[in-house]
C-alpha cells in the first residue's frame, strides 16, 4: 500500500487546515521545497500536495514550486488544488506531476471528467470530498446536493486512473479516518482509492491495510504535530 504524505501550501508555505477552514490553519517553518526532500529522505515514494492558493481562485499559482518539488525530490507527486481547465492539467504534466486531482470542476462538470480522462490517460485522479455523505466543491464551501456514490456511479466508467475519498469532517482532526464509508466507496469504484482525513496514529494505516481495492492512505497533519514519526510511518511502506 502506498503511503502519501501531506504538503498543503498557502502562501508558499507548509499549512494545515482543520476541515479545510482557512481561518483555522497552522502555519510551519520548513518550506515546502525542503519538506518534500524530507520525505524523500525517509524513503517514501509518494506525495499528495494541495495547492490551497490554486484552490481559492482556480489558477495554478504554485506551479514553480511545484516543478521544484518534482526536480529535486523524485517523488511521484498528485497534485490538486483548483485545476479547473485542460491548459492546467497540462502544465501540472510537463512539469513532471504523475497525477493531477480534479475536485470541484468534475463535480460540477462531469464532461469535463471525462474529456480530461480521454485527453490524459492514466494521468487523472478524482477527489471526492464528502460531508455527511454529499459532495462539497469550491474549496469545501459549498454542498453540490450529490450524493457521493451516486456521482460515482454516473463517472466510474469515464477512465479515471486513482480516485481520492475524503471525509471533510475527519480531516485535520486526527480521530481516524472514516474507513466504513471510504470502504462503500471502495467496493463500487472501477480505480483504486485513496484514504483522506483523520490519520492519527500508525494502527490506522495498519487498518488500511486490511480494506479491499486501496491503494494508499493519506498521512497529513499527524506527520507535522508529531504524533506519527517519520521513521515509523516510513517502515509501513511496501
Known amino acids: 500500500m502506498k503511503i502519501f504524505p501531506a504538503i498543503d501550501i498557502k502562501d508558499k508555505k ?11 490553519k497552522t502555519e510551519y517553518e520548513i518550506s515546502p521545497s525542503d519538506q518534500a526532500r524530507k520525505f524523500k529522505d525517509y524513503g517514501f515514494k509518494n506525495l499528495h500536495i494541495v495547492d490551497l492558493d490554486g484552490a ?6 504554485n506551479i514553480e514550486i511545484i516543478k521544484q518539488i518534482v526536480i529535486k525530490s523524485d517523488l511521484k507527486v498528485e497534485i490538486g488544488g483548483g485545476v479547473r481547465n485542460f491548459e492546467s492539467i497540462k502544465k501540472y504534466i510537463d512539469v513532471g506531476v504523475d497525477k493531477v486531482i480534479l475536485g470541484s470542476a468534475a463535480i460540477k462538470d462531469k464532461n469535463f471528467l471525462k474529456k480530461s480522462c480521454e485527453k490524459f490517460p492514466n ?17 469545501w464551501k459549498e454542498n453540490s446536493n450529490q450524493l457521493t456514490l451516486d ?17 471533510i469532517n475527519r480531516d485535520g482532526m486526527k480521530q481516524s479516518p472514516n474507513f466504513d464509508e471510504t470502504s ?17 496514529s500508525i494502527n490506522d494505516i495498519k487498518k488500511a491495510k486490511s480494506l479491499k481495492n486501496i491503494e494508499g492512505i493519506i498521512v497529513g497533519k499527524a506527520i507535522y504535530d508529531g504524533d506519527i514519526k517519520l521513521e515509523d510511518l516510513a517502515m509501513e511502506i511496501n
Open 151 to 167: 456521482y460515482l456511479k454516473k463517472v466510474n466508467n469515464y477512465g479515471v486512473s486513482r480516485l481520492i475519498y475524503t471525509d
Open 123 to 139: 494521468k487523472i485522479a478524482l477527489g471526492l470530498d464528502a460531508k455527511d455523505g454529499y459532495l462539497s466543491v469550491s474549496g
Open 56 to 61: 481559492l481562485i482556480g489558477e495554478t499559482v
Open 14 to 24: 507548509c499549512v494545515r487546515l482543520i476541515k479545510g477552514d482557512f481561518t483555522n
Open 184 to 200: 462503500r466507496v471502495a467496493e463500487i469504484s472501477n480505480c483504486p482509492v485513496i484514504i483522506s482525513g483523520g490519520v492519527s
